[in-house]
């Protein structure tokens, strides 16, 4: 195996140099990887000494700007938390600026027509998120936007998730973090008081476990803000992510 050493540009030679052969009162320059792939998510210009135009034109082509790039936002909570009315606002607000097509996951739907032969086991609601995952993955990846909007309740299959779609687009976790006496209070369909009677089983958040996220990029708290105030905290993120231009 012959190494390749790291290489430096140096502007007064226009020439590239070993780093550990440069003289110590050369000036260089260079970019690293990770510099190289925040220039191409912002869309910003990269010195022409760094690579030729037809390479750097194909590597714009394969990694263009996160504002041209798919993405999913994937909404994580407790039930009656918030999740599928602040997804819903978002679906309005990300149509409304148009530019690429949106599609909503959201979790009773998924669970009506991808998932109705599943339980609510863990491992089954395992196997619900991952659909959710996939779908989501190929909507990214044909450069779409996709909202989810599940329980999803155990961190290692979001983390599971995350891996697969951040490999073809973005994707934002954002965890709404309404504590389980409002969800309750919220609570419509008396699911709560039921699980809680012990007529359903496996209800998270009584019966069963909701893991925390530590690795979202949002905490939304319903109980002070209102689904549309949520939606925009999102959209905010977004924007300042590249994701969507400044509006």
């Known amino acids: ?5 790291m290489m430096v540009y140096a502007p007064s030679r226009q020439e590239y140099l070993p780093v550990d052969e440069v003289p110590e009162d050369l000036k260089t320059e260079s970019i690293s990887g990770t510099e190289l792939r925040r220039r191409l998510a912002k869309g910003l210009p990269v010195p022409e000494w760094f690579s030729f135009p037809e390479v750097m034109e194909q590597l714009r082509e394969t990694y263009p700007p996160l504002s041209r790039r798919g993405f999913t936002v994937l909404f994580t909570g407790l039930p ?3 999740k599928s009315t602040i997804a819903n606002v978002l679906l309005v607000k990300l149509l409304e600026l148009g530019g690429r097509p949106v599609t909503l996951l959201d979790g009773d739907i998924v ?15 395992d196997l619900n998120i991952r659909r959710i995952g996939f779908v989501a993955s190929e909507i990214t990846k044909n450069r779409g936007i996709a909202i989810c909007a599940p329980i999803a309740p155990y961190d290692r ?15 934002i976790l954002v965890h709404v973090s309404t504590p389980v006496s409002v969800c309750e209070q ?28 530590e690795d979202a990029e949002l905490a939304l708290d319903t109980t ?17 992510e590249g994701y969507i231009a400044p509006r």
Do not use: W
């Open 1 to 5: 195996m012959v190494p390749f050493k």
């Open 80 to 82: 009656s938390s918030g």
């Open 111 to 125: 669970r009506k027509n991808l998932s109705s032969e599943l339980g609510f086991s863990k491992e089954h609601r």
């Open 157 to 171: 299959v979001r983390k599971e998730v995350r891996e697969v779609i951040e490999d073809v687009g973005g994707f």
């Open 186 to 213: 919220r609570d419509r369909k008396g699911l709560y008081a039921k699980a809680r009677a012990g007529l359903i089983k496996e209800f998270t958040g009584i019966s069963d476990p909701y893991e925390v996220p």
């Open 224 to 240: 002070e803000m209102t689904p549309e105030e949520c939606a925009q905290e999102v959209l905010l993120f977004l924007e300042k």
